[in-house]
């Protein structure tokens, strides 16, 4: 018997005919189905199988908004593509969101390249067959050769792409992720284009609200021109004031501030940018060359 992963109350409405909606009801997730029930008699029964994307924080045009907040579940049922909104408080949507995501994705087979990249370097690295776990803060691939590890914290871009895969075109999830100062690229691809498009909804929920936590980020003209030192010269030993051409006292007095900021750490030769600290930069100067 598979076992229950998430049982709690919430509002819902279903793009289908099994229940009378939007209601109130109960939902259980197991690791293989959700069931959404208003009653003992009424409810629908989700396969996992059969998801093919979750999304948080926004109503489909097909729904009237729901009091709490949303997420939608959309399925394939009798051949058909169907939603279901849920709406309940904030804590539950996101506990309920990211085991939702583990459910689906966790076990399945996937084929990563890692690195495909490192610091912007195109690497000769071989695809490799892996299973997929999505853990606390992090993915890993299990592969023969052992664990590749992106940590969700350190994800600063991503995207959709068709890659050569096994002699043949198929599309992958591009990964840029940063681990002590490196830019890293792992490429993966997944089993079917449903389970790489779910990986990609989780992988831009992380990335969105780690967006989300600079938006009040304040920085003088001072620190953000360190950081922009800091994105250019790397992990190499440079006299810092030598390129700034300020005081290396000064210099020490912004790292610090930095440092608070969380987004300039020790690196192995010299103070380096941490993952959030590579995004603030990377934002700042597209924004210059804009």
């Given amino acids: ?100 995501f583990k459910a689906i994705l966790n076990g399945s087979r996937a084929t990563v390249k890692h690195p495909a990249k490192l610091g912007g370097r195109v690497l000769g690295t071989d695809f490799r067959s892996a299973v997929l776990a999505v853990e606390r803060e992090r993915l890993t691939f299990e592969t023969g050769e052992g664990p590749v590890v992106v940590a969700l914290d350190g994800v600063i871009d991503f995207s959709r792409e068709h890659r050569t895969v096994d002699g043949r075109e198929r599309p992958v999830a591009v990964v840029d992720h940063v681990r002590t100062g490196d830019t890293i690229t792992t490429v993966t691809a997944t089993e079917s284009n449903r389970l790489l498009s779910i990986l990609g909804r989780y992988l831009r929920r992380e990335y969105d609200e780690q967006m989300a ?25 440079i006299a810092l004031a030598s390129v700034l051409g300020i005081p290396p006292e000064e210099v020490q007095k912004r790292l610090h501030a930095l440092h608070e900021k969380g987004l300039v750490e020790s690196g192995e030769h010299a103070p380096v940018l941490t993952s959030t600290g590579q995004i603030v930069v990377t934002q700042y100067l597209e924004r210059v060359n804009a």
């Fill in 213 to 237: 936590t600079l938006r009040d980020l304040s920085l003088s003209e001072g620190e953000t021109e360190l950081l922009t030192a800091l994105y250019s010269t790397g992990d190499r030993d």
């Fill in 1 to 100: 018997m598979s076992s229950v992963l998430a049982d709690f109350t919430a509002q819902f409405t279903v793009e289908a005919d099994a229940i009378e909606t939007p209601t109130k009801g109960r939902l259980v997730l197991r690791d293989d189905k959700l069931a959404l029930a208003a009653t003992a008699d009424e409810q629908l029964v989700v396969p996992l199988s059969s998801v093919f994307d979750v999304r948080a924080g926004s109503v489909p045009n097909l729904f009237e908004p729901l009091p709490g907040t949303p997420v939608t579940v959309a399925f394939e049922r009798d051949g058909r593509r169907e939603v279901a909104l849920i709406a309940t408080d904030e804590q539950t949507v996101r506990k309920f969101t990211t085991i939702l």
